[in-house]
C-alpha cells in the first residue's frame, strides 16, 4: 500500500515541482546553471490567477503529507537495503542502483525542501539548483525502479483484500509467509502493531502533518494553525496590509524616500512621481500572491494597469518588460513576458485593501500579475523597461 501511494503522489510532486520552475521563466535570476537539463522556454499563462497557487500548495503540501508514507516504506525494506551479498547478478545490480539513487534521491529532496521551508540553507548550495537538478535524478530513477517492480507490486496487492486486512485486528495478525524476495525474517517475533494499525499510524501522520500546514494557504485565522510553515504565519503591520511578508524592507535593505520616481523606458521613456500615479486611471483587482515556500493569500490590490503604462512609454504592444526594484540581489530584478504585462489585471499595485501599501509590502509601488510566482512580483519598483519584439 505504501508503494502504491508514493506511485501516485510522487510523479504529481515532480510535475507540479517542474511547473512551479516553468512559472519563473528563463533569466529570473535563479542561481546556478542546469546545462541540458534546462526547460525550454515557454511563456507561463497569467490565467487563471490562481494558478502557481494551486501548483505550488499542492506541491509543499503533498511532498508534506509524503514524509511519513516514504519513512514508512524505507522501514518496511530496511532487510533488503543492508542485504548481503548486495549484488548476485547484472539484473539485481542494476535493480540496486535504482534503488540507490531512488532512496538517495528522495531524501535529499525532502530534506532540502523542508530545510528551504523553514529558510535554514544550512546545506550551503543554491537551493533552486541543488533541489532541481535532484528532481531529475529522482525521476531517472523512479522510473526505472517502476519499469523494474510494477509487477512485483501489482501481484502483492492482488494477493490480500484491502477490507480484509483493514478488519483484521492485532490477534489475527500473522507474519508474512518467507519468500525469495528476503524481506520476511526467517523466524519473526510476535506482532506488535495489525496491517490496519501501521495504516492509520501513517495515515494519521499524514493527516496531522497536513492539518499543521494547510493553513499557509488559508486566509483569516486558520494562518495561525500552520505550525510548520514558519513565514506563512507571519503578517504585515496590521490593518490592510495584514498578510504574510516573505523579505521585508529592513533584510532587502531599502528604506523610504520622498524623492521616489518611477522611470518607465521605451519608445517615449517618462518619469512619474507617486502623485501622478495616483492621478493615472486605476484598476482593482482581487489576486492572489503565492510563495516558493508554499503559503500564499488573495487580497485586493489596486494601481495602473501595466498595460497603460506601456502604452504611456510607447510601447502599446511590448515584446517584454524589464521590472527593477530599489532592492540589490538575485531578485530584484524580474522580466514579464507579453501576455504578462497585456493581462487587464496586471497592475503596478499602489494600494492593498483601500489602504496604501507598507513599506514591507512593497511602498511605494509592487508588481501584482495573476498567476506569477510571489518572488517575480516585484516590491519597491524604481523603474520598468518595455521592449519591442
Given at each position: 500500500m505504501f508503494a502504491a501511494a508514493l506511485l501516485v503522489g510522487m510523479p504529481i510532486l515532480l510535475v507540479t515541482g517542474l511547473l512551479d520552475r516553468v512559472a519563473?521563466?528563463?533569466?529570473?535570476?535563479?542561481?546556478?546553471?542546469?546545462?541540458?537539463?534546462?526547460?525550454?522556454?515557454?511563456?507561463?499563462?497569467?490565467?487563471?490567477?490562481?494558478?502557481?497557487?494551486?501548483?505550488?500548495?499542492?506541491?509543499?503540501?503533498?511532498?508534506?503529507?509524503?514524509?511519513?508514507?516514504?519513512?514508512?516504506k524505507l522501514w518496511s525494506v530496511i532487510p533488503k537495503l543492508f542485504a548481503w551479498p548486495p549484488v548476485r547478478s547484472p539484473a539485481q545490480a542494476l535493480e540496486r542502483a535504482t534503488l540507490l539513487l531512488l532512496v538517495g534521491s528522495t531524501l535529499f529532496e525532502i530534506a532540502t525542501g523542508l530545510l528551504?521551508?523553514?529558510?535554514?540553507?544550512?546545506?550551503?548550495?543554491?537551493?533552486?539548483?541543488?533541489?532541481?537538478?535532484?528532481?531529475?535524478?529522482?525521476?531517472?530513477?523512479?522510473?526505472?525502479?517502476v519499469a523494474l517492480k510494477l509487477g512485483t507490486m501489482l501481484r502483492a496487492l492482488r494477493s490480500r483484500s484491502l477490507r480484509r486486512e483493514?478488519?483484521?485486528?492485532?490477534?489475527?495478525?500473522?507474519?508474512?509467509?518467507?519468500?525469495?524476495?528476503?524481506?520476511?525474517?526467517?523466524?519473526?517475533?510476535?506482532?506488535t502493531m495489525s496491517r490496519r494499525g501501521a495504516?492509520?499510524?501513517?495515515?494519521?501522520?499524514?493527516?496531522?502533518?497536513?492539518?499543521?500546514?494547510?493553513?499557509?494557504?488559508?486566509?483569516?485565522?486558520?494562518?495561525?494553525?500552520?505550525?510548520?510553515?514558519?513565514r506563512g504565519r507571519t503578517t504585515g503591520d496590521g490593518g490592510p496590509n495584514a498578510f504574510p511578508v516573505n523579505r521585508t524592507a529592513a533584510a532587502a535593505g531599502v528604506a523610504?524616500?520622498?524623492?521616489?520616481?518611477?522611470?518607465?523606458?521605451?519608445?517615449?521613456?517618462?518619469?512619474?512621481?507617486?502623485?501622478?500615479?495616483a492621478a493615472l486611471p486605476q484598476h482593482t483587482a482581487r489576486l492572489p500572491i503565492a510563495c516558493?515556500?508554499?503559503?500564499?493569500?488573495?487580497?485586493?490590490?489596486?494601481?495602473?494597469?501595466?498595460?497603460?503604462?506601456?502604452?504611456?512609454?510607447?510601447?502599446?504592444?511590448?515584446?517584454?518588460?524589464?521590472?527593477?526594484?530599489?532592492?540589490?540581489?538575485?531578485?530584484?530584478?524580474?522580466?514579464?513576458?507579453?501576455?504578462?504585462?497585456?493581462?487587464p489585471d496586471a497592475l503596478l499595485a499602489l494600494r492593498v485593501n483601500g489602504a496604501e501599501l507598507s513599506l514591507d509590502h512593497g511602498f511605494p509601488a509592487r508588481i501584482v500579475v495573476p498567476a506569477l510566482p510571489g518572488v517575480r512580483c516585484t516590491k519597491w519598483v524604481r523603474s520598468i523597461e518595455f521592449r519591442e519584439a
Open positions: 519563473y521563466g528563463p533569466g529570473q535570476g535563479l542561481p546556478g546553471e542546469v546545462g541540458l537539463l534546462q526547460l525550454p522556454p515557454f511563456d507561463w499563462p497569467s490565467s487563471p490567477s490562481w494558478l502557481f497557487r494551486l501548483t505550488q500548495g499542492v506541491h509543499v503540501g503533498l511532498g508534506i503529507a509524503l514524509v511519513p508514507v516514504v519513512l514508512a528551504n521551508i523553514q529558510y535554514d540553507y544550512v546545506f550551503g548550495f543554491s537551493f533552486y539548483t541543488g533541489h532541481y537538478l535532484g528532481a531529475w535524478v529522482f525521476a531517472a530513477a523512479f522510473a526505472a525502479h483493514l478488519a483484521t485486528p492485532l490477534a489475527a495478525t500473522v507474519p508474512e509467509p518467507v519468500d525469495e524476495t528476503g524481506l520476511v525474517a526467517p523466524d519473526p517475533a510476535p506482532p495504516l492509520a499510524l501513517v495515515g494519521g501522520g499524514s493527516a496531522l502533518l497536513v492539518a499543521l500546514s494547510v493553513g499557509q494557504v488559508l486566509d483569516g485565522p486558520a494562518r495561525a494553525s500552520a505550525l510548520l510553515l514558519p523610504p524616500t520622498a524623492e521616489w520616481r518611477l522611470a518607465l523606458s521605451g519608445a517615449t521613456p517618462r518619469t512619474f512621481t507617486m502623485a501622478e500615479l516558493v515556500e508554499g503559503w500564499s493569500t488573495v487580497q485586493t490590490w489596486t494601481g495602473v494597469r501595466l498595460r497603460d503604462l506601456a502604452a504611456l512609454a510607447g510601447v502599446p504592444r511590448p515584446a517584454s518588460a524589464f521590472v527593477a526594484s530599489l532592492e540589490d540581489g538575485p531578485f530584484a530584478r524580474s522580466t514579464l513576458t507579453s501576455g504578462q504585462v497585456l493581462d
